[in-house]
């Protein structure tokens, strides 16, 4: 006679799947380590679009005849030598099946499904290369009934192994190891306490927070210069999340490109305006001189730096065009005030009125006309 029952419901959180399809679009590979038995983590997966009927599935469990017939004999060094082999011979099969799919034109995606038992012997030194080669060349890899450790292993083995950036997201105390282990820790805060969040770079209420975490405010920290599309089209278009994996902005062809324009752009300032001065001479018939040719220079300078930071906006607002040209104004202000005013005991004579006298003649209206321009010219072509 049935006196009762109890029962605990462990279901994914509203907008998981949403979330991780979201992700993936963005071209990010998600990999899902859990405790539950392999049929569980299967079903999360189906759930989750990580693994769909038209994915070639790599499954390595101990849960075979073979196995099982070995363990039934009892002897632990002859379980651990055959599973070992298994693994072995597994892993070697998967990964030239996966080869052979990926060379073929319309070959399907892949994934991997692997249990704790097996990797723990996938894990060893001697079998991980196979097993990272197998697991980097599958869109979605499964790994069920693993232990804490295990899960940091794994973390460790890709961002040592395959040196990518590492994310780990978890809830419970038995994730703390493994968010530890990546290079960005991620704890939800929810009925399972707050072993994670604790442990964590980053604390979100709910899993789908993941999407603004890393498609919003991620992409809007690697790019560091403006918010060049709202929140609300990051999240439509995650494939924009990709300039930040192929590292488009911050590799060291860009540094030489800024390097080799600000050596070009130096060159321009000097010798434009130093040979055009040569023979300039103010309304007075008195030739320029240093504080002329320096104040003129540097005239230059402020116009092209803040002309060339509005070429770098990839979105101008009115508020960009307000802080150029209050910038442009207000060196103008300054040098106006400064040059204007003359302080017998600090100050030198040749700068007093230097940007009048300038301003009264063409040369001055010519440099800043044709300095700019022509020190920007490479940087126009070389973004168009």
């Known amino acids: 006679m049935l006196i009762g029952c109890t029962a605990i419901e462990d279901k994914l959180q509203d907008g998981v799947p949403s979330c991780i ?9 998600i990999w899902v380590l859990t405790g539950d ?21 790599f499954i390595i469990s101990s849960e075979t005849d073979e196995i099982r017939e070995v363990e039934n004999k009892g002897d632990p060094l002859e379980i651990a030598r055959f599973i ?27 994934a991997l499904v692997i249990d704790g038992k097996c990797l723990m012997y996938a894990l060893e030194p001697s079998l991980r290369g196979n097993l ?10 499964v790994c069920c009934r693993v232990s804490p450790l295990q899960k940091a292993q ?14 780990s997201i978890g809830d419970g105390a038995n994730d703390v190891s493994m968010i530890q282990a990546a290079h960005v820790g991620i704890g939800i805060s929810g009925l399972e306490g707050m072993q994670a969040v604790m442990a964590s770079d980053f604390s979100i209420a709910q899993f789908r927070f993941l999407t603004d975490l890393l498609l919003v405010h991620g992409r809007w920290s690697y790019l560091r210069i403006c918010k060049d599309v709202s929140a609300s089209l990051s999240k439509k278009y995650p494939q924009l999340y990709k300039e930040g994996i192929r590292n488009n902005f911050f590799k060291w062809r860009v540094v030489g490109v800024w390097a080799f324009f600000s050596f070009y752009q130096s060159l321009v300032f000097y010798h434009f305006v130093t040979t055009s001065s040569h023979n300039g001479q103010n309304s007075g018939g008195k030739i320029f001189g240093l504080w002329d040719v320096s ?7 402020v116009v092209t730096v803040n002309l060339r930071l509005l070429m770098i906006c ?15 104004f207000a060196w103008f202000v300054f040098i106006f005030l400064y040059s204007g005013v003359m302080i017998s005991y600090d100050r030198q004579e040749n700068v007093f009125f230097v940007i009048y006298v300038l301003m009264s003649t063409f040369y001055f209206y010519l440099s800043l006309l044709l300095v700019p321009i022509v020190a920007l010219l490479g940087d126009f072509i070389y973004l168009g």
């Open 314 to 328: 990839n979105s101008i607002t009115r508020w960009h065009h307000i802080s150029v040209a209050g910038s442009i």
């Open 84 to 110: 070992k082999d298994t693994v072995k011979q597994e892993l070697r099969k998967c990964l030239e099946e996966a080869q052979h799919y990926l060379h073929t034109v319309s070959g399907p995606k892949l």
């Open 37 to 57: 038995k392999m049929e569980t983590a299967i079903n999360i997966a189906y759930a989750c679009s990580l693994i769909n009927n038209d994915m070639k599935q």
């Open 154 to 167: 794994v973390t460790s083995l890709v961002k040592k192994g395959a040196r990518k950036i590492t994310l």
């Open 132 to 141: 990272l080669n197998l697991s980097l060349n599958c869109s979605s890899v």
């Open 21 to 29: 399809e979201t992700l993936s679009r963005a071209g990010i590979k």
């Open 295 to 301: 104040t003129m220079a540097f005239t230059c300078v």
